[in-house]
């Protein structure tokens, strides 16, 4: 089948790449030059474990294609899929220009039946100003061409991408047109083998369902670091409460680490859009307001630790950071507690030396060349002269480190574990000063 995806990030190079791989003719659309250029040439522009092979092999065989021209993507795919980032606009609400702006292309270049889906996430409401917007080009262009439009939120995460698309827990298909629901059906099917993923709902359904999903997690993920400032405060270890809720099956032991705050380019701006859309309809969505806070709140605790240490007097010092993206297996610096904590470690006249096994480019795209910034090749490098170092993101380089070798490598033997990688007894007996989540004691 031939099929258009606009967008090559994280989600449309995952969906594109994917689609090609069971077939399909695909076509990517981006309206960046330089990732475009770089696609056709077989270098990809994000880290995602297994892409760059699976590219590699699609564009060889001639399925995945990349342009800039919209005429072009128009022209090729029968399925039209809008992948485009959803950011937030100034008041947390999703700013939907980069999807309006396809649908306007859609509707400026078609001239048969097409389907287009929404995979970017997208505020319930939003496939009918797709449709109001391709319809308003249409009629300035004097034509009535047939279209239907499609809800079909995406789940896969960074870092498991290419699998989560492969091997869905759901597909999710939000229609108000039995016929769009069998084109998907036929699309999905090589993803849809062993049993029925497929999920048929109403289009404002889907829309919702994608945030539902990502609010439930954030929730689980801030109920957790609630439940560990009060073990701190309370002398418990949360870890323990941990294991001893998760073995509860209606609960889960998924999701409920407690650590230095939920970032990335999902859970943040998505729980906040939810907030904004609540907020337009008159609903006082008290649930999401604490889950926003308690994070935000969170994304603090590392500094606050550090700080608490040096009795304020971070001036001066150098901290080690290790893991600067927002979770493992991805380069993503989007909203990520790193950020928070090295801003504050800035403003406090703290120097950072930092490492990161895949987000290093991605730190120096975003902040450039600084005298209080220094990227280093290696977890050990990072602790050189360092007062203190902070564990951030808990990638499997990080967990089992030579703590003889941190210990010499540090001018202080102080860490800060934002990711409870480290067994505070152990710690303790090789003399270093141990801050953890939810087991220490609180100092407040
Ligand atoms: N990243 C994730 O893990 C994830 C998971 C599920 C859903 N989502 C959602 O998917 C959407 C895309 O997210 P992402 O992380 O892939 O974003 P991204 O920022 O990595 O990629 C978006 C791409 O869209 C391109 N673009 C912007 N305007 C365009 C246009 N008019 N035509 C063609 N391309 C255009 C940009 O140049 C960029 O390459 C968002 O709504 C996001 O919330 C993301």
């Given at each position: 089948?031939?099929?258009?995806?606009?967008?090559?990030?994280?989600?449309?190079?995952?969906?594109?790449?994917?689609?090609?791989?069971?077939?399909?003719?695909?076509?990517?659309?981006?309206?960046?030059?330089?990732?475009?250029?770089?696609?056709?040439?077989?270098?990809?522009?994000?880290?995602?474990?297994?892409?760059?092979?699976?590219?590699?092999?699609?564009?060889?065989?001639?399925?995945?294609?990349?342009?800039?021209?919209?005429?072009?993507?128009?022209?090729?795919?029968?399925?039209?899929?809008?992948?485009?980032?959803?950011?937030?606009?100034?008041?947390?609400?999703?700013?939907?220009?980069?999807?309006?702006?396809?649908?306007?292309?859609?509707?400026?270049?078609?001239?048969?039946?097409?389907?287009?889906?929404?995979?970017s996430?997208?505020p319930?409401?939003?496939?009918?100003?797709?449709?109001?917007?391709?319809?308003?080009?249409?009629?300035?262009?004097?034509?009535?061409?047939?279209?239907?439009?499609?809800?079909?939120?995406?789940?896969?995460?960074?870092?498991?991408?290419?699998?989560?698309?492969?091997?869905?827990d759901?597909?999710?298909?939000?229609?108000?047109?039995?016929?769009t629901?069998?084109?998907?059906?036929?699309?999905?099917?090589?993803?849809?083998?062993?049993?029925?993923?497929?999920?048929?709902?109403?289009?404002?359904?889907?829309?919702?369902?994608?945030?539902?999903?990502?609010?439930?997690?954030?929730?689980?993920?801030?109920?957790?670091?609630?439940l560990?400032?009060?073990?701190?405060?309370?002398?418990?270890?949360?870890?323990?409460?941990?294991?001893?809720?998760?073995?509860?099956?209606?609960?889960?032991?998924?999701?409920?680490?407690?650590?230095?705050g939920?970032?990335?380019?999902?859970?943040?701006?998505?729980?906040?859009?939810?907030?904004?859309?609540?907020?337009?309809?008159?609903?006082?969505?008290?649930?999401?307001?604490?889950?926003?806070?308690?994070?935000?709140?969170?994304?603090?605790?590392?500094?606050?630790?550090?700080?608490?240490?040096?009795?304020?007097?971070?001036?001066?010092?150098?901290?080690?950071?290790?893991?600067?993206?927002?979770?493992?297996?991805?380069?993503?610096?989007?909203?990520a507690?790193?950020?928070?904590?090295?801003?504050?470690?800035?403003?406090?006249?703290?120097?950072?030396?930092?490492?990161?096994?895949?987000?290093?480019?991605?730190?120096?795209?975003i902040?450039?060349?600084?005298?209080?910034?220094?990227?280093?090749?290696?977890?050990?490098?990072?602790?050189?002269?360092?007062?203190a170092?902070?564990?951030?993101?808990?990638?499997?380089?990080?967990?089992?480190?030579?703590?003889?070798?941190?210990?010499?490598?540090?001018?202080?033997?102080?860490?800060?574990?934002g990711?409870?990688?480290?067994?505070?007894?152990?710690?303790?007996?090789?003399?270093?000063?141990?801050?953890?989540?939810?087991?220490?004691?609180?100092?407040?």
């Amino acid at each position: 089948m031939k099929v258009t995806v606009y967008g090559s990030g994280y989600v449309g190079l995952v969906t594109g790449t994917c689609l090609a791989e069971v077939g399909n003719d695909v076509l990517c659309v981006d309206i960046d030059e330089r990732k475009t250029e770089m696609l056709r040439n077989g270098e990809i522009p994000i880290y995602e474990p297994g892409l760059d092979a699976l590219v590699s092999k699609n564009v060889e065989a001639g399925r995945l294609n990349f342009t800039t021209d919209p005429a072009e993507g128009v022209a090729h795919g029968l399925f039209q899929f809008i992948a485009v980032g959803t950011p937030p606009d100034e008041d947390g609400s999703a700013d939907l220009q980069y999807v309006l702006a396809v649908a306007g292309s859609i509707g400026e270049h078609m001239d048969e039946y097409r389907v287009i889906i929404d995979k970017s996430t997208v505020p319930v409401g939003t496939a009918d100003k797709v449709r109001d917007k391709v319809n308003a080009v249409l009629a300035s262009r004097g034509v009535e061409i047939e279209f239907d439009v499609v809800s079909n939120p995406e789940f896969l995460k960074e870092g498991a991408a290419i699998d989560d698309f492969m091997k869905p827990d759901r597909i999710v298909i939000g229609t108000d047109n039995p016929r769009t629901t069998e084109l998907l059906r036929a699309l999905y099917a090589p993803f849809n083998r062993s049993h029925d993923r497929m999920v048929a709902m109403d289009i404002r359904s889907a829309e919702l369902t994608k945030y539902a999903a990502n609010a439930m997690l954030a929730t689980k993920i801030s109920f957790m670091n609630e439940l560990s400032n009060l073990a701190e405060r309370l002398g418990a270890d949360i870890e323990k409460v941990r294991v001893g809720i998760g073995s509860d099956p209606r609960i889960g032991y998924h999701f409920i680490y407690p650590g230095c705050g939920y970032g990335g380019s999902c859970f943040p701006k998505d729980v906040q859009a939810l907030e904004r859309t609540a907020n337009e309809i008159g609903y006082r969505a008290e649930l999401l307001n604490a889950v926003e806070a308690v994070n935000n709140r969170q994304k603090e605790i590392l500094f606050k630790k550090l700080d608490g240490h040096f009795d304020g007097n971070l001036a001066g010092k150098t901290i080690a950071v290790w893991g600067l993206a927002f979770k493992p297996n991805t380069d993503d610096m989007r909203a990520a507690p790193s950020r928070t904590l090295m801003e504050a470690l800035w403003a406090a006249g703290a120097k950072v030396r930092a490492y990161d096994p895949e987000a290093m480019d991605e730190c120096r795209r975003i902040y450039g060349e600084r005298d209080d910034l220094t990227l280093v090749d290696s977890a050990e490098e990072a602790l050189k002269g360092a007062d203190a170092l902070v564990t951030v993101t808990e990638w499997s380089v990080f967990r089992s480190p030579d703590f003889a070798l941190v210990k010499q490598r540090l001018r202080q033997p102080v860490i800060v574990d934002g990711r409870n990688m480290y067994d505070p007894q152990q710690l303790k007996a090789d003399g270093f000063s141990y801050y953890s989540i939810g087991r220490d004691t609180a100092h407040d």
